[in-house]
């Protein structure tokens, strides 16, 4: 039996082989968002955090169970580094042809020489602390957002730290 590790690695190592193209489909992102809350729920309760949601109903493009990882990856990470409390903040923003979907959380920023690397393996910015991940769900992240051509980031805000990607909408 794998560990989730190395599950976790033989997914990485497929979607940068180049070989693998997902099958895009138009779905509901709310319902996306909603089932990766419902996955995190025990880990939101613990920390007592506050989870706000700004989801329209948007149909858009792209494989739903992929986009539901990356969603899920960005939602656990901001679970991670946001303090006992606070709030989590999950909004889609129609922006013309695309939607926008981001997860912000209350708490520290990224420092700028970090920013760029924590999209690669193993890379953790936090390496000695007790919030320390694998390292890979933002890797994860990266190379299923470039399988759907996404524009995407992460953005220090006022109170804490945005991640974001963008998918054409379907009508």
Avoid at 65 to 71: A, E, F, K, Y
Avoid at 100 to 117: L, Y
Wanted: hydrophobic share 40%; aromatic share 6%.
């Amino acid at each position: 039996m794998k560990t989730p590790l190395a599950v976790m690695k033989s997914c990485l190592a497929k979607f940068e082989s180049g070989t693998y193209k997902p099958e895009m489909a138009p779905f509901e992102i709310d319902k996306v968002i909603r089932e990766a809350c419902r996955s995190l729920a025990e880990e939101i309760e613990r920390k007592n955090l506050a989870l706000i949601l700004r989801v329209d109903s948007q149909r858009v493009l792209g494989h739903q169970g992929l986009i539901g990882r990356v969603i899920t990856n960005f939602l656990s990470n901001v679970i991670r580094h946001t303090e006992r409390g606070q709030s989590i903040l999950i909004a889609v923003k129609g922006k013309g042809q695309t939607a926008e979907i981001s997860v912000e959380n209350q708490g520290n920023p990224i420092a700028e020489a970090d920013r760029q690397k924590i999209w690669n393996q193993f890379y953790r910015a936090e390496a000695r602390t007790a919030k320390a991940g694998t390292g890979l769900g933002l890797a994860i992240a990266k190379e299923i957002l470039e399988l759907h051509h996404a524009v995407y980031g992460v953005e220090n805000t006022k109170d804490g730290v945005r991640f974001f990607f963008a998918l054409p909408v379907q009508p």
